[in-house]
């Protein structure tokens, strides 16, 4: 994905009929800033507008924005973070933090995944199952690398066990219920995702790019600080 600044305004540009997809779902979901397609042939499909203006204004100003390369991943099981995108978080967490569809990754002090053979998450369970829960207290930090798609469940590449297909990103009542909960319990969040979501209620501190090169997805990495609590 390709982004510009003009002036108060974003433009992103897909570089993929997934990314037009999740761009223009992104569009019209109610929980975001102030979205608009734009049909200028740049690429697989339209590019999304995010203008400053009234509510965006507030929503979209006042943070930083940093372009890193994405690094080498691991052939294991999904979950483990590349070095600079390590780096960053574990520049930033403080305890009590969570860390949902942790896969291999050790960071966090509650770790959540429904992969039985992994070693690493503290509890193996369904996320949407964990955060049906209340919390007994706000996570000073919650970390989430949800899943992109789901479509290779049983191949062996990746194991995560959901029910449906699709990624997290795309399914609206999973996204909503993620929200519900952070709203509640999670004073600040790092979301790693092929997206930039900024829920009500949480102010945007910083975007990370992680570019992978040649024609791969990039990768964002939102810091979301909390008002509501």
């Not at 207290?137 to 290779?152: K, N, R």
């Not at 990746?158 to 297909?165: H, T």
């Not at 996204?175 to 930039?196: G, P, S, T």
Request: glycine share 8%; net charge neutral; hydrophobic share 40%.
């Amino acid at each position: 994905m390709i982004a510009f600044v003009m002036g108060t305004t974003i433009k992103l540009i897909p570089n993929s009929k997934e990314e037009a997809f999740i761009l223009a779902r992104l569009a019209e979901e109610p929980d975001f800033a102030e979205f608009i397609l734009v049909e200028d042939g740049l690429g697989p499909g339209p590019s999304l507008l995010i203008r400053n203006q009234g509510v965006g204004t507030e929503l979209m100003k006042d943070f930083e924005v940093e372009v890193l390369g994405l690094g080498i991943g691991t052939k294991r099981y999904p979950g483990a973070f590349t070095g600079p995108v390590k780096k960053v978080i574990l520049s930033l967490i403080e305890s009590p933090s969570l860390n949902l569809f942790s896969g291999i990754s050790t960071i966090g002090d509650v770790r959540i995944d429904n992969n039985p053979a992994l070693e690493e998450p503290t509890l193996k369970m369904d996320v949407f199952d964990f955060i049906s829960v209340p919390a007994y207290t706000p996570w000073e930090w919650v970390i989430l690398d949800p899943p992109y798609a789901q479509s290779t469940v049983g191949s062996g590449r990746y194991e995560k066990k959901y029910p449906d297909e699709i990624a997290i990103s795309h399914s609206v009542p999973k996204r909503r219920a993620l929200v519900a909960y952070f709203q509640k319990y999670a004073r600040n969040v790092l979301w790693l995702d092929i997206c930039a979501p900024l829920p009500k209620g949480f102010k945007r501190k910083k975007l990370w790019l992680f570019l992978p090169g040649g024609f791969r997805t990039t990768r964002v990495l939102s810091q979301l600080e909390n008002t509501l609590i």
